[in-house]
């Protein structure tokens, strides 16, 4: 059996430092309601259609790739909804969803705004 001497001053240790940032700028109402239209024409794809929430860093391969840097600074901004343009999608999926290697996000407020919007086209065209 080969043992191996490691001392305490080989391995480092890695911390992630918070950080002030300026918080993420509000999406204005006009862009949320552009986007539940594209999201309703199915030119945009978004984490409320993905059943289970442990696909989503599959189909939205940055934020399985980010450093944990990035992540922390993402999460100070709290985002709820995650969403990528259709266009933007890889030739292959996974699990019957597409995969992107972009993505944008919305916090809970714009995502609550976004929904609204969502549901009032729906409504729309189910009384056509």
Known sequence: ?????????????????????????SKPKQFLKELAQ?????????????QNPNDIP???MPLMLMSPDMGQGM???KPCMF????KDAFPTGINGYPM???VAYLT???AETFDDYYKKIEKAIDEV
């Open 58 to 60: 599959s189909v939205f």
């Open 100 to 102: 992107f290697g972009s």
């Open 83 to 86: 969403y990528s343009y259709m």
């Open 75 to 77: 999460h100070q901004d």
């Open 1 to 25: 059996m080969v043992k191996l001497n490691i001392d305490k001053e080989d391995i480092k240790e890695y911390k992630v430092n918070k950080k002030s940032r300026k918080k993420r700028p």
């Open 108 to 110: 809970r407020e714009e």
């Open 38 to 50: 594209q999201v309703y024409r199915g030119e945009v794809f978004t984490s409320f259609q993905i």
